[in-house]
């Protein structure tokens, strides 16, 4: 369906290099053939509203799959971290006394082939040294065990991050610039191999959806639906741990090219979408928008416009009236 709005009536002011349209008495009245619009006479016009344009912007639609996940609570990684490190500096107090030990024992060894100190001394620090190269031992199991574990709940990747003292993306979540999402995927699906970045929204809103990136898969699988699982950051908005979040994941294939429709260009009649487009003359089609796309921005047509056409962002809504106004047959043609 596709209307014009003819400019008898819409008077184009123009401020700086902003368009304006001006909608006078004869808007509210249509003219007899003989009448003059306020324009010709210099009266004022009684209604006034802006009318602002904007070109199109060229667009790439990614087929998409959907999942699920959530905000994961960080005490988890934090005890381990807390663990590691104790037991990182257990290891480093461990390491300092073996290696004390094994000097004496050194010194010890050579006093005793000068006949300086006795074999019992000797003995004594020899079941010293071997005492402390025990506990140094222990203290590397417990830091490999600690580890281990970690890896086995979140990949080696995130715990590598969180058992370095200054690691620079453990920072981000400590400090709270980053939170860490869990994505479980439907069964039998993998996450694309180029993937690196996805959309999340915790109200399942994809037009409000903020970019995460992936930081590694998950060791385990979704126990309820058995998919894999995936680590993302986000660092576009603060969630609560333990919220649920929509997912959007592209699906590997070509995009389909198309335009951005602004969400505020979009005006509602009978249940149907429309748009104005400003046409070469200077008139104002409107344009049905047969398929609502959420897309960046506002909606994404892959058919029917064009870049760089002018689509009304302000005013739209005025147009609509204007235009159901005039289909109203004037009381004087009755």
Same mark, same amino acid.
């Given at each position: 369906m596709h209307a014009l709005i003819p400019l008898a009536g819409l008077i184009l002011l123009f401020c700086g290099s902003a368009p304006y349209a001006a909608l006078?008495?004869?808007?509210?009245?249509?003219?007899?053939? +003989? +009448?003059?619009?306020?324009?010709?006479?210099?009266?004022p016009p009684r209604q006034t509203a802006g009318i602002e344009t904007q070109g199109l912007q060229a667009a790439v639609q990614q087929p998409e799959l959907s999942a699920y996940?959530?905000?994961?609570?960080?005490?988890p990684l934090l005890a381990l971290r807390q663990q590691f490190l104790a037991a990182q500096a257990s290891s480093d107090s461990a390491q300092a006394r073996y290696?004390?030990?094994? #000097?004496?024992? +050194?010194?010890?060894? &050579?006093?005793?082939?000068?006949?300086? %100190?006795?074999? $019992? $001394? =000797?003995?004594?620090?020899?079941? &010293?040294?071997?005492?402390?190269k025990a506990n140094l031992s222990t203290s590397s199991y417990q830091q490999q065990t600690i580890a281990a574990a970690g890896r086995l709940q979140w990949g080696d990747v995130l715990t590598g991050w969180f058992t370095q003292a200054d690691n620079p993306q453990a920072e981000q979540f400590l400090t709270h $610039?980053?939170?860490?999402?869990?994505? +479980? =995927?439907?069964?039998?699906?993998?996450?694309?191999?180029?993937? $690196?970045t996805i959309a999340v929204d915790d109200q399942g809103r994809r037009d409000h959806a903020v970019s995460a990136t992936l930081i590694s898969p998950a060791p385990q699988v979704d126990p309820v639906t058995q998919g894999e699982r995936y680590f993302f950051k986000t660092e576009g908005r603060p969630l609560p741990?333990?919220?649920?979040?929509? #997912?959007?994941?592209?699906?590997? %294939?070509p995009g389909t090219g198309g335009v951005t429709i602004p969400e505020n260009a979009v005006v509602w009649h009978l249940g149907q979408a429309f748009v104005y487009i400003k046409a070469e003359n200077g008139e104002f089609k409107r344009r049905l928008l047969a398929d609502i796309t959420p897309g960046n921005g506002g909606y994404f047509a892959a058919e029917g416009f064009k870049v760089g056409?002018?689509? %009304?962002?302000?005013?739209? &809504?005025?147009? =609509?009236?204007?235009?159901?106004?005039?289909?109203?047959?004037s009381e004087d043609n009755d």
């Open positions: 006078d008495d004869d808007d509210i009245n249509p003219p007899s053939a +003989s +009448s003059r619009t306020p324009a010709q006479t210099g009266e996940g959530s905000v994961i609570d960080l005490q290696q004390e030990a094994d #000097a004496n024992l +050194s010194r010890t060894r &050579q006093l005793h082939r000068q006949d300086i %100190v006795s074999t $019992r $001394r =000797l003995q004594e620090q020899q079941a &010293q040294w071997r005492n402390d $610039r980053g939170q860490l999402l869990q994505i +479980s =995927l439907p069964a039998n699906t993998r996450l694309p191999p180029e993937t $690196r741990f333990g919220a649920r979040v929509s #997912a959007w994941i592209p699906d590997g %294939v056409e002018d689509i %009304v962002t302000r005013g739209a &809504q005025t147009l =609509l009236s204007q235009e159901l106004k005039n289909l109203i047959p």
